[in-house]
Structures are given as C-alpha cells and as structure tokens.
C-alpha cells in the first residue's frame, strides 16, 4: 500500500508515469518537463494564459521549459523555478545556491552534482546511500552491507578512494590515448591534404584532358573544313553547265532537222521532195549517193578490191558518225589527292597525341651505372642496353653488389617524386624490368628480394609480377616488346604498361617507400637483352 502512495507521489498526472526530468510550477505540482512543456505550448497556441493542468492556477511565472535553466530546479523553491545546484542524496532534494547554504553539514547528508536520478545511488536491499566498493565483488554497497549484509567480511573501500584509483588508471590510458590522438589527428591533416593534392591533381588533369580533346576536335574540324573546300573547289571546276547547253542546242538544232526530213517524207509531190532535198541537204546527199553510185560502178570492175574499198569507207564513214555524237571529255574529281590530305591530316593528329606528355612531364632519361652490374651481362657503349653474356666479363668493381647475377641497375636514383621511362626487351631469352633500393643484397636475384619491384617477360610472351619471392602470372600474353614503367614515389606506387595499340596496363605495385629508389634491369638466357628507349 505504502509503495502504491510513493508511486503516486513520483508519478506525473499527465502521462500517469514515474516522472522524468520533473519539473515544478509556482504552485508546488510537478510535471515531466516534456508533458509541462506540450501542455502550455497547447495553451499558447489557443491564447490561453499559461495555468497549471492540475489546480488551474495561472500565474505568468510559468514559463516553458525551454526557457528555464539547467532543467534541475530547487526542490524547496515552490513559488518560483530556481536552477539547483547541488542534490542531497539523503534528502532526495535538488537545492538552490541559497538552500545549500542552509542545508545540514552532517556526513549523512552527501551533496551531489544535480541529479533526478536518485535510486541508483542508494543501496536495493537497505535502501541506504552507497559509501562503498567492495572490491572482491566489484559491487557498490551500504555500510549495513559491509557489516550484517552479504558483503560482510569482503575487502571494501569507500567509493572517494576506488574513484581516485580509477581516475588514476584512466590517466594512464590518457596518456597512451592522447598520442594516439594526435597521430591519427596527424594521419587526417595528411589525408585531408593528400586529398587536397589528388583533387588538384584530378583538376590539372582533367584540364589537360580537355584541352587535348579540345585540340583534337579543332583540328578534325580545320581539316574536314580543307577537305570540303577542296571538293567544293573541284567541283566548280569541273561544272559541266556549258557542255550541257551546248548539247541541249544541238539537240535542238537536231529535232528541228529530224521533224522536216519526217516532213519530206511523207510528202506525195516527187519533184518537191527532189527540188528540197538538193537545196537543203545537197552536199550531204551527194556525198551519199556519188559513194553510193560510185560503189556500184567499182563494184563489177574491181572485184574483190572493191569489196575491201567499200568496207574502209563504210568504217570511215561509221567512225565519222560516231565522233559526231560522242559525248565530250571531261575530268573527275581528285579522289587521291582528297585521301592523301585526309590521312596525312589524321596521321599529323595521332602523332601529336602519341607524343602527349605522362603526367605533364618529359620521360625520365636514363643510362646504366657500369659500376652496378653483374658478371654475366655487358653493357654498351652508350650505357642503354644490357645484353646476357655467357663468358663471365669480370666486372670486379661490382662484386660486392650482384656478384653473379646478370643484371643491372641505373645511375639515376629518384628519393620523391613522379617520374617514367621506357624499354624495350628482346625477343628471345628473358628478361625483368623494374625498381630496386641500392641496398639490395649481393646473392639475392631480383625479384626474390623485398628490395625489388619487377616484371618478368618470359616463354616468349608471358609476363609475371614478382617481389619478395611472391610471384603472380599475368592474364595478358605479350603483344609487344616495349614496356612503359611510371613511378609515383609519395604515393607509393610502381605501375607497368604494354606500349601496344592500344596501350595495355599490366600491373600496379603499392608500398611505402623508405629509400632511394634504382631502375632495375634483368636479362637471361642467349640473345637477350634489353634496351632503354630515348
């Protein structure tokens, strides 16, 4: 029954719940600050003065509580809101500055930071506050705990105490946490302009890609525009305007002739056929008929020379026909001059892309360090090739570096920065391409070192990746002999192309690192070699 009381006393009469965050009104009831809260922005919304729910005092003291103070409020200020400051746990009471001055300074009366949350501070079985830690248990107990309760005898310290050994024991992990802090603070700023770079670098780049297409459309555009002039040009050239008029006149001049010999041929009177025939066409039929009559008169003297006589004029006299109405000579256009320009136009634009810088910069040229290859191998005179020798060339100054090994390194080293070159391998044999630190071991191939970053060529046309002994087979089976390697030392990045058509990406390395780093060159087996390309 008692408990039915105190629930009904620490309950709010609007949600019928235990309170939470209690706030009080001038007139001494107790709400939830939520509950309060909705009630009188209900009541300011219907222009209502603000009145408790309960008693219905009004009272412009009321204030919502988002205007109040802290939220906790002095339990013995009844007809105003007074932020508390302190909590008796012994009292269950919030106080005011004032009413703490006031309060008992007895030990029993422990003073807390200000808090609605009171029952677990005190102890569930003797319902006192808690003073101890017992440390066998790792509970928090009452003193009626530590004597008759299950705690007695048990190894107990007061609470001030195991909070000071706890506050000590977080200061340690502080002081292992704050420099971690810091680095990973560190490691963002890092990111944070790493970032910063990639997203200018991403800028530049894509700025550099437009003006290359940019460059491309203008001259596709220049040289479309050439071409449609030239044909344009060609074809003003060659109108062929007049030669149609001049054969639409004669064809008339012909239509006209056609329908009068109709006209005399379908005449009745004889002697007007004869008498326009000799004045209008006379030399013509003349010409006809004295070879007609002149072809009989031949024909019974001369025999078979006659015959051979009649058939050359008769072809004569068809060719003559023939070339009357031959159509004229006219051109054509320069189909092979149009194809010419427009290849040698797209072979000028491909040319310039090919040339197109990586990474805006010019490749790195680089030669091959005498004084850094093995026994086996023999360099050029112009330091770029490196060629398998079966005869040992006893590069003594070299002997502490690779000993027996055929391989190489550069005489440029590169400790930051982007930078790439080119090479090309031979055909037969086998041969690695890559990167090395200086430092590298004297009996350890490359590749098999954690020193080296390589690729390997090898039966003809396949290509592995290889470093510290891991090696990995690539899908892609060589199509081309000339290898692009493209560094990015800050960014811990090695990657290596196939320069075919088009240009193939192999593989990337990813690392961190920590030295100097050489081009590194392998070659094995008879005839092989490999070349670095201007």
């Known amino acids: 029954m008692a408990a039915a009381d105190l629930r009904d006393e620490l309950s709010c009469s609007i949600c019928l719940s235990i309170y939470t965050d209690p706030v009080s009104l001038p007139c001494g009831h107790y709400f939830c600050r939520g509950c309060i809260g909705r009630v009188l922005h209900l009541q300011k919304e219907m222009d209502e003065g603000p009145s408790c729910p309960e008693c219905r005092e009004t ?139 990639l997203e200018e670098k991403a800028a530049i780049e894509t700025e550099r890609v437009t003006a290359l297409f940019r460059g491309i459309r203008e001259e596709l555009e220049a040289l479309e525009k050439r071409l449609l002039s030239d044909i344009s040009r060609q074809k003003e050239e060659l109108t062929l305007t007049e030669l149609i008029q001049q054969l639409e006149i004669k064809k008339g001049e012909l239509s006209r002739e056609i329908r009068h010999i109709e006209e005399l041929c379908n005449m009745a009177d004889p002697l007007t056929v004869l008498q326009e025939q000799w004045e209008s066409h006379g030399a013509a039929f003349c010409g006809a008929e004295e070879a007609e009559n002149g072809g009989r008169e031949r024909e019974g003297t001369e025999g078979s020379d006659t015959e051979g006589r009649e058939g050359t004029e008769g072809a004569d006299t068809e060719d003559r026909e023939r070339e009357g109405i031959k159509d004229p000579a006219v051109g054509d256009l320069d189909l092979g001059g149009i194809s010419e320009t427009l290849l040698t136009g797209l072979a000028g634009i491909v040319t310039r892309v090919k040339g197109w810088k990586i990474y805006g910069q010019e490749a790195t040229d680089l030669l091959l360090d005498i004084k850094m290859v093995g026994d086996s191998v023999s360099v050029s005179g112009d330091s770029k090739t490196l060629s398998y020798s079966v005869t040992e060339q006893c590069n003594l100054q070299t002997a502490e570096l690779f000993h027996i090994f055929p391989q190489a390194l550069s005489t440029r080293s590169f ?44 039966d003809s046309n396949q290509y592995s990746v290889i470093h510290d002994s891991i090696v990995t087979i690539l899908t892609h089976r060589a199509s081309c002999r000339r290898i692009r390697i493209s560094l990015d030392y800050e960014a811990g990045r090695l990657s290596f192309y196939e320069l075919s058509e088009p240009i193939r990406h192999l593989h990337t390395f990813t690392a961190k690192f920590t030295e100097p780093l050489h081009a590194a060159f392998w070659v094995g087996g008879t005839n092989a070699w490999v070349r670095l390309i201007n």
Request: glycine share 8%; hydrophobic share 25%.
């Open 415 to 458: 400790p930051s920065g982007r930078h790439y070159w080119e090479v090309e391998g031979s055909e037969s044999g086998e041969w690695w391409v890559g990167v090395a630190y200086p430092s590298t071991k004297k009996n350890i191939c490359s590749g098999y070192d954690k020193k080296y970053w390589c690729l390997y060529r090898w």
């Open 59 to 197: 009272d412009k003291r009321i204030l919502e509580p988002e205007q109040d103070g802290p939220g906790i409020f002095c339990t013995f200020c009844i007809h105003s809101t007074v932020a508390a400051v302190k909590t008796c746990l012994h009292c269950e009471a919030s106080l005011c500055d004032a009413h703490v001055r006031g309060h008992s300074k007895s030990a029993e009366h422990v003073l807390s930071e200000p808090t609605t949350s009171l029952r677990n501070r005190k102890c569930s079985v003797h319902h006192k506050i808690l003073e101890y830690h017992c440390c066998e248990d790792g509970a928090f107990i009452c003193a009626s705990c530590c004597l008759a309760g299950g705690h007695r005898g048990h190894r107990v310290e007061l609470l001030s105490e195991a909070s000071e050994k706890k506050k000590e024991k977080l200061r340690k992990v502080l002081e292992k946490l704050s420099p971690e802090r810091e680095e990973t603070e560190r490691g963002a700023q890092r990111l944070q302009e790493r970032r910063r770079e």
